[in-house]
């Protein structure tokens, strides 16, 4: 039984790097070809397009005859390093906004979003606290911290995310109850907030479902795209923090749907 469980742990961990590199073939070349993928990769033509499905279905890329393309949403799928350079400033300035509404002693939730690791950055002094996240630089940067408690949602990693992601992370998610939550979001559009992929989607809606607070951090660059799968109507959020450079217009817009809005200058 126990050389059964490695073999299935090394082919589940095999199977996350071929569609991770598959994902990053597509995203450089923008176009990739069935027969080729099953060459380099040395499966069958069956495993290619099972792994194509599900990446096509995670909205990184779109199936063709004999291959597959990227998606114009899946040009936003890039390395957590590269996302957190996006609005790094404002990204800062709105998180220390946010520890205004965080309070010694709160369990805090944080998705797998840099907006959210940057104010984990700067929990350390908030201590004690509890921690709930998905996002695996958080757990790294937060754990060990005196007086921070770190509970890590379980799941299927995301090598592309560097997140627990899916049904199962969504699952424990919803056992868990939280003071505050802080949360972002690859795209505000007409009121609401859009990701590109279904699978953060799941996370991020049953963080929401058991939080006591939400906090939608957005800076202005969120407003500026679009994403094909909705989160939530920004109505659904108690608070949404922008930066300074969210146009005023933006802010009247968002205020004038009833959103309550906080913006970060500092």
Known sequence: ???????????????QQRREQIRQDVLAHGHVRIERLVEEHGVSGMT?????????????????RGGATSTPGSLLARSVGARRSDAADAKARIARHALRHITSGQVVA??????????????????????????????NLLSGENGLHVIGLGGDYHPGFDAFLGLHAADMAGTLRSDVLLLSTTAVADGHCLHRSQETVQVKRALMRTAATRILLADHSKFERRAVHELAPLTDFDLVIVDVDTPPPVVEGLRGRGVAVEIAEA
């Open 110 to 139: 944080i998705d797998d979003s840099t907006s959210g690791l940057a104010v984990a950055e700067l929990l350390a002094p908030a201590a004690p606290l509890t921690v709930v996240t998905n996002f695996l630089p958080v757990i």
């Open 1 to 15: 039984m126990g050389e059964v469980g490695v073999a299935q742990v090394d082919g589940t961990v095999s199977q």
């Open 48 to 64: 290619i397009h099972r792994d194509l499905d599900l990446l096509e279905r995670q909205g990184w890329l779109r199936k063709i």
